[in-house]
Nanobody, 123 residues
């Protein structure tokens, strides 16, 4: 059974930083690209960042480029999202999953969703 457990969210002031973690299980983690998604209240889920199976290639949505960094540890089966210079518009529930398509080809995910981790950016 595929499972994702996201953690590391919280309340942070604008300009602050957070690092999210996602522990994955139930599939051969090292063989799959992984992505972080987010969903703000009243909005559709958005694909934020993608990392290749080996970690050698990363992609980001324009709104987070230069501020967020996705990384992974295949031995630990964990994917991370380092978020710097946070803005109020980054407020959302953040999820991880394996993307169904390559970057720019669609935003669908392969499996069901974990509980996510809430990130709130507010003064």
């Amino acid at each position: 059974q595929v499972q994702f457990v996201e953690s590391g969210g919280g309340l942070v002031q604008p300009g602050g930083s957070l690092t999210l973690s996602c522990a994955a299980s139930g599939f051969t983690f090292s063989m799959y690209a992984m992505s972080w998604y987010r969903q703000a209240p009243g909005k559709e889920r958005e694909l934020v960042a993608r990392i290749s199976s080996t970690g050698g290639n990363t992609n980001y949505v324009d709104s987070v480029k230069g501020r967020f960094t996705i990384s992974r540890n295949n031995a630990k089966k964990v994917v991370y999202l380092q978020m710097n210079s946070l803005k109020p518009e980054d407020t959302a529930v953040y999820y991880c999953n394996a993307p169904r398509w390559g970057w720019g080809q669609g935003t669908a995910a392969l499996w069901g969703w974990g509980q996510g981790t809430q990130v709130t950016v507010s003064s």
